[in-house]
């Protein structure tokens, strides 16, 4: 019984010195201070994180792009966007500041897809936008690539803004909804002011936009392949063109 009792104490002491000695190998092993080389890794998200544990960028496939309720750098995220893959960027004080997200996929009329890639003023919505989409409908294709700079106002920050986005998705009236989303158009709304690229009306050239976000100039090249120049009134009435 004694010899049963010894073996036992062995076996104990054996197994707790294997296990402190793999615990620190793993330890050293992870605290190394080499990169660490791989092949191939798959993944469903990674979230680039500075020492302090501040989130600084999130790549991410379509199931784990956060939106809801989800919490980021201790601040609420845009809740009602849709899921996609791609990137989203977050500044020193851990606001988002911008991303790349895309889509692609055939329907019921043919296909949709799309690419974003943005720039966001702070605490708001974004100044610069590549964006490309490209749909199918049946026998009619529409593609559309374009560089476009926005202003955007002061006035809110993302919080904010996302309590009016709450409250106008809760709004099922249309009609209602319109006119709640022009009341708040000053506060929220962003304006266009340039836009370099192909437009869906399949126009090739230079957009410019007044401060109210009316044409107020374009020289492009439209789908016939006619050289075009125009310059607007502040109603949005050509007022002088090229050819005439």
Not at 9 to 17: G, I, K, N
Not at 23 to 44: M, P, R, Y
């Amino acid at each position: 019984m004694k010899k049963l009792n010894r073996e036992l104490v062995l076996l104990r002491t054996f197994a707790v010195s294997t296990a402190a000695i793999m615990s620190v190998l793993l330890l050293f092993a992870f605290k190394t201070n080499e990169n660490q080389k791989f092949g191939t890794i798959d993944v469903e998200r990674i979230n680039i994180v500075e020492a302090d544990g501040t989130v600084k960028m999130i790549i991410t496939n379509v199931e784990q792009f956060p939106n809801g309720e989800t919490i980021i750098n201790d601040k609420p995220i845009n809740k009602n966007r849709k899921k996609r893959s791609g990137m989203l960027y977050f500044n020193e004080d851990g606001l988002e500041c911008g991303g790349l997200i895309y889509d692609g996929a055939k329907n019921e009329n043919g296909h949709s897809s799309g690419l974003s890639l943005t720039y966001d003023r702070y605490d708001g919505d974004q100044l610069m936008q590549l964006l490309t989409t490209d749909e199918a409908r049946g026998d009619e294709r529409r593609v559309s690539s374009a560089l476009m700079f926005s202003d955007r106002t002061a006035n809110l920050g993302r919080k904010e803004t996302y309590k009016i986005s709450a409250e106008l998705d809760n709004i099922k009236d249309k009609k209602l909804r319109r006119q709640k989303r022009k009341e708040y158009a000053d506060q929220v709304g962003g304006t266009p002011r340039i836009l370099l690229g192909k437009t869906s009306s399949q126009n090739n050239g230079l957009f410019l936009f007044g401060d109210n976000g009316k044409p107020k100039a374009m020289f492009y090249v439209d789908k016939d392949n006619n050289v075009k120049l125009e310059v607007y009134d502040d109603q949005g009435k050509v007022t002088n063109s090229w050819p005439e």
